[in-house]
């Protein structure tokens, strides 16, 4: 069996889980997400935790079973805790503001780059090089945080552009000296 696949999903207190059909509700006190799980994919409630099974072992049935399970925990600590991603801006004059709900960016170009947020997602500023993007679906967050470092990605020489917190960001070494010989 999936070693992913077999944990149960523990349901914390003020967490309920609605399983209608091949629709799995979850919600909490952050809100309520939503999924349709794959009709080859049993998930049944006991004992406050969500438990999936899969019907053989099938290369595709055991990828939707640890597929499954890893979704539904992440709707049951989206609607506990929430999610969060965190960017980081560096290079002279690169930074951030919010106006209202929408973010605008100065990151070297003629103008400045506004974005609206996802639905579920939020922006909040930490200062103006500093910027987390909050919200209850994984994926949404994750989605939103991308849209933002594709404005700039990281250029490897000087290393300037818009980069997730703790990326690492490969630095290459500049023209070398022309040889005289």
Do not use: W
Request: glycine share 12%; hydrophobic share 35%; with cysteine.
């Amino acid at each position: 069996m999936s070693r992913i696949g077999r944990l149960p999903v523990t349901v914390p207190a003020g967490v309920t889980v609605t399983l209608d059909g091949p629709r799995c509700t979850v919600k909490g006190p952050r809100g309520e997400l939503s999924h349709a799980v794959h009709p080859d994919v049993r998930v049944s409630q006991a004992d406050g935790a969500l438990v999936v099974t899969r019907p053989s072992n099938a290369p595709e049935h055991r990828a939707l079973h640890g597929l499954t399970r890893a979704l539904l925990a992440n709707m049951v600590m989206g609607v506990t805790d929430g999610f969060r991603r965190s960017l980081e801006i560096q290079g002279t004059g690169y930074r951030a503001q919010l106006q209202g709900e929408k973010l605008v960016l100065s990151v070297g170009f003629s103008h400045p780059v506004e974005m609206q947020p996802l639905a579920g997602a939020k922006f909040e500023l930490e200062s103006p090089t500093r910027l987390h993007i909050t919200g209850i679906d994984k994926q949404v967050v994750g989605q939103q945080a991308a849209l933002v470092r594709q404005v700039r990605p990281p250029e490897p020489y000087k290393g300037k552009g818009i980069r997730y917190q703790g990326e690492a960001v490969r630095r290459k070494a500049g023209k070398a000296k022309a040889r005289s010989g």
